[in-house]
């Protein structure tokens, strides 16, 4: 059956996440791997988003550090962090419109994110959208 945008923007999310969580653990593991273990079909708006941000990791950060007054990306969880770097990745990179993507994120937020952490993301991408 076919997902939503909505539902494959979920499963970049887990996949950013647990991709971070391998890196900043030093364990070697592929990204078309935890792709391949999180999607049971082959699906190209997941792995622009993935490898979007994945390419972009530094670029992504730079900006929502600028942007997270005294903070950096690395105090939020993991899964804002995932979350906050999709939509900056669509925000700077693709033609989704911007209010989706803030919308999306938003969303996302309110699933698996605290309060403080939705706050933060919204304000970041409002400001990006904004600049």
Known sequence: MAKTRSELREKCMIILYQWD?????????????????????????????????????????EIA???????????????????????????????TPEIVVINEAIELAKKYSDESVRKIINAVLDRINKE
Do not use: Q, S
């Not at 490898?51 to 670029?59: A, E, F, L, Q, R």
């Not at 007054?69 to 999709?86: P, Q, S, V």
């Open 21 to 61: 969580l391998y890196r900043n653990n030093h364990t070697k593991m592929e990204i078309d791997d935890i792709i391949k273990d999180n999607l049971d079909i082959d699906n190209d708006f997941v792995k622009d988003i993935v490898y979007g941000v994945v390419t972009h990791i530094n670029d992504i950060d």
């Open 65 to 95: 550090n600028k942007y997270m007054n005294n903070w950096d990306i690395t105090r939020i969880d993991k899964t804002g962090a995932a979350i906050l770097r999709m939509g900056i990745f669509e925000l700077k990179y693709t033609d």
